[in-house]
Each structure stands twice: as structure tokens, then as C-alpha cells.
């Protein structure tokens, strides 16, 4: 691609090459896309084709190809850079200084670490950037905004861009944000309780929960949970209807109620709950007259 004045536009960012990157796949960058992906993501694979290149070459001269340069100023061994010149290797290398970008370049200072950066940001400018951002978006020093309070808190909660909707919360840790949904998913996995049934019912609308109390009384309230001690201590034993409920009732625990003619009481809990159907064992004697007989016994009898 070619800008208006005639200059080379870098493929992945659509800006103007002022250094190109060139790689032995013969692809060409802007030399902050290719720094970024050595220095930011760790990688070391072509931006275009994913070839893995264990060096490129950083240069004003645009035209140049990747096996016409024999002669470097600075290489960097670090990440695998080899520099024509000491002013694109200073270009390049100062991205990764913690500087304001609100104050002179002439008195541009190193502050060594996002915590700092912000600091001097708050001290001398009244400003701040996003440290959600600062550790997430794998974007240089000087390219992350700065915001007013104000507009911090309209950035993290509303978005400030298209298609940002803001940094997502946690419902259950006070005021804690998270880069992503991706970010937020990994920590209500990890921290907090999810519900497997709701998930089987409808995957597109998981529920999650502050901790298993608060989820157990969800399952008690919605779903169908054995009571049994054994089950109640394994925790999670919980279906989604009153059939598989009674498969799991006659499978695991089929020795309570077998050689008797009893009711088994059933809702959403087992054992201790009302009734809203009543399951009635047949008679292993197949003495039908007294079907009614187990509504009688004592409270010893029960289940």
C-alpha cells in the first residue's frame, strides 16, 4: 500500500514506514509492529506469512531488501535485531522506556515501570493511564492514553473507543476489573462457582455463583439435589430433572428403600423436602391392597 505522498504503508498497522523490518521470508513491516511482536509477544514468527526468523534487520532504507545488507551498526541479541544505524536502533529500543508522553522530549526520563510512570503522571499532569490496560494490551509506554479521573472511570466502566464496551467487572469482588471477558472467565473459573446444569441446559448463558453456598441453595432452589449425607458431603450431586434424579436414588442408594413397600417423597431436594409427586416403590410381593399401607408407617420408617 502507498500513502498520498508516495511512501510505503506498513501492512498490519496502515501507518507510515518510517523503518521498515525485513525478514529473511522477504516480508516487510514497520519497525514497531515487528518490535512489538519480539519484545511485547515473545515471538519470534513472521507477522504475514508466520515463518519463525531468528533475526531481522531494522533500516531507513525502504527499498532494501533482506539479503542486500551485509554491514550493521548495533546488533541486539536480545531480539534477534540487527540495526543500520545507531538512530533506528535509539528509535526502536527507547519504545520500551517507561516515559510521559505529556512532558518535553528534551527532558524525557525513564521511570523504569508502569507504578512510576503513573505516579509522575498524577503528580505533575494530574492525569493517569489504565493500568488494566498498561498490563494487558501489549502496547508500548508512550502509546497508552492518559485520562482525567473522570475519564478514567467512563473508560474502564463504559469504553472510549468503537467496540470497547469497558473493562468487565467481577459481580462478586468488590471493584475488580479485568481486561476482557476472556481475563474475567479465567478468574470466576478459578475464584468462583459455576452452575454445570444451567450450563447443560443453555452453554450460550452460564451462571456463576460467589462460592458453593450460595450455589448449593441455587441447586436447592432450581434444580434437584440428593440429600443423602454421602452426596451432600461430595457436593455437586445435583440433576436436572426429577427422572434422573430417581435413576441416581434407585443406582446409589437403592438400599434404603428396596424389601419395603414405602413412598419416596421428592422436589427439588430428596429425603427431607415435600412432596410434589409421590414415587411409589411397587410391592416385591406384588401385593397391590396395600398400596396405601407406607402413608401409615412411623416417622422411623421413612426414608
Known amino acids: 500500500a502507498n500513502a498520498e505522498d508516495g511512501s510505503e504503508l506498513c501492512i498490519i498497522c496502515a501507518e507510515k514506514i518510517k523503518y521498515v523490518a525485513l525478514s529473511p521470508c522477504s516480508h516487510k513491516t514497520c519497525h514497531v509492529c515487528a518490535f512489538r511482536q519480539r519484545a511485547l509477544y515473545k515471538k519470534r514468527s513472521c507477522l504475514i506469512c508466520r515463518t519463525e526468523n531468528e533475526s531481522l534487520i531494522f533500516t531507513d532504507k525502504l527499498d532494501a531488501q533482506y539479503d542486500d545488507i551485509k554491514e550493521f551498526a548495533v546488533v541486539d541479541e536480545e531480539y534477534g535485531i540487527k540495526f543500520t544505524s545507531k538512530e533506528v536502533a535509539k528509535a526502536t529500543l527507547d519504545l520500551l522506556k517507561f516515559s510521559c508522553s505529556l512532558c518535553d522530549k528534551d527532558q524525557e526520563t525513564d521511570f523504569g515501570s508502569f507504578k512510576k510512570l503513573n505516579e509522575?503522571?498524577?503528580?505533575?499532569?494530574?492525569?493517569?493511564?489504565?493500568?488494566?490496560?498498561?498490563?494487558?494490551?501489549?502496547?508500548?509506554?508512550?502509546?497508552?492514553?492518559?485520562?482525567?479521573?473522570?475519564?478514567?472511570?467512563?473508560?474502564?466502566?463504559?469504553?472510549?473507543?468503537?467496540?470497547?464496551?469497558?473493562?468487565?467487572?467481577?459481580?462478586?469482588?468488590?471493584?475488580?476489573?479485568?481486561?476482557?471477558?476472556d481475563e474475567?472467565?479465567?478468574?470466576?473459573?478459578?475464584?468462583?462457582?459455576?452452575?454445570?446444569?444451567?450450563?447443560?441446559?443453555?452453554?450460550?448463558?452460564?451462571?456463576?455463583?460467589?462460592?458453593?453456598?450460595?450455589?448449593?441453595?441455587?441447586?436447592?432452589?432450581?434444580?434437584?439435589?440428593?440429600?443423602?449425607?454421602?452426596c451432600l458431603e461430595n457436593k455437586f450431586v445435583v440433576f436436572r430433572d426429577e427422572l434422573e434424579l430417581q435413576a441416581h436414588i434407585f443406582k446409589e442408594h437403592g438400599d434404603m428403600i428396596r424389601g419395603k413397600q414405602r413412598l419416596f417423597q421428592s422436589e427439588l431436594s430428596t429425603f427431607v423436602s415435600a412432596p410434589s409427586r409421590v414415587i411409589r416403590e411397587a410391592d416385591p410381593y406384588g401385593d397391590s391392597s396395600n398400596s396405601n399401607s407406607s402413608s401409615r408407617k412411623s416417622p422411623e420408617d421413612s426414608p
Request: aromatic share 12%; net charge positive.
Open 184 to 230: 474475567l472467565y479465567v478468574h470466576m473459573r478459578n475464584h468462583h462457582e459455576k452452575c454445570h446444569i444451567c450450563e447443560k441446559i443453555d452453554p450460550s448463558s452460564p451462571q456463576y455463583f460467589k462460592d458453593y453456598d450460595q450455589l448449593f441453595e441455587h441447586f436447592k432452589n432450581c434444580h434437584y439435589i440428593c440429600t443423602h449425607p454421602k
Open 120 to 181: 509522575h503522571l498524577k503528580s505533575a499532569h494530574n492525569k493517569t493511564i489504565c493500568m488494566i490496560c498498561a498490563l494487558n494490551k501489549h502496547a508500548f509506554p508512550r502509546e497508552l492514553k492518559t485520562y482525567t479521573p473522570n475519564q478514567l472511570r467512563n473508560h474502564q466502566s463504559k469504553g472510549d473507543s468503537e467496540g470497547f464496551k469497558g473493562h468487565p467487572m467481577c459481580a462478586f469482588c468488590s471493584g475488580l476489573r479485568f481486561y476482557s471477558d
